[in-house]
């Protein structure tokens, strides 16, 4: 039988109707497990306690926010290297939940990506600031190749980003911006010799689902739809990291590292 691990306050109907669509995972209590949405003041504080305080393992939602002046920027980034070096040395799992990061539609679809010779990849998104869409980007795109240190951005302003660059031989192009009306949240385009994916992704509903497409010489078929959010699998790898001691794909580490990148191609650092 799964163990069922406590919550403690869960303040926002999205979560609190994912948790409740997992009840062999989930319940109300004390908190073996804990919640923290990096958007709200003292985020970071809490966060810490929850590690020191004995907790068996915690959610951070969102990219670690977006701050308006390059030193409140790279605080953030020593705020968050002082965070993973305290969950690692106190063995505490610490899933992180960007945008998007643990679509199921996106994972399911990579181990048939990654069949083709990938030659592009282009991104595009928007919704939020455009340090926050870009680590959303990174962090589908590590999923995809190794880490984007190559990448230099190409244009940068206070609403808009494009950067490019070439990955293990992957031409890459990414671009976000505030707002853009009429386009989905985020569009990721997998170029191959022979092949071509296209992933639309839409979080305006809890279980919207991803929308995944392979088009080739003998036309295009459109993956399996599945009706399970980010956020969901975000809390069942949070499961998964607490009582099977599996390892976390996308936690502080990897937020870190993401948003590093990001400050830099756009302009966060000195």
Known sequence: ?????????????????????????????????????????????????????????????????????????????????????????????????????HDPTWAAALPRISLAEVAIVDGLGHGGHPVDVLVGQLALLRSLLPTGSALRAAHRSATSYAVCGEID?????????????????LRIQVAGLDCRWEAVFDDAAVATPTVVTRMDAAGSVTLPLVYEGSRRCAWRALHRAVVDRAPVRYGLAELLADRTLALDMLGGSP
């Open 169 to 185: 031989g992957t031409v890459v192009n990414l671009a976000g911006a505030a707002a853009l009306p009429g386009a989905p949240p």
């Open 1 to 101: 039988m799964t163990e069922i691990l406590t919550v403690d306050a869960v303040d926002t109907a999205a979560d609190r109707a994912v948790l409740a669509s997992l009840p062999r995972h989930f319940r109300r209590g004390p908190g073996d497990v804990h919640l923290v949405h990096s958007g709200e003041s003292g985020w970071a504080d809490r966060l810490a306690g929850v590690i020191r305080g004995g907790a068996r393992g915690a959610l951070l939602t969102g990219a670690g926010t977006a701050e308006p002046d390059v030193p409140a920027a790279l605080a953030v980034l020593t705020v968050l290297a002082e965070l993973a070096e305290l969950a690692a040395s106190s063995g505490v799992p610490v899933v992180v939940d960007v945008r998007f990061g």
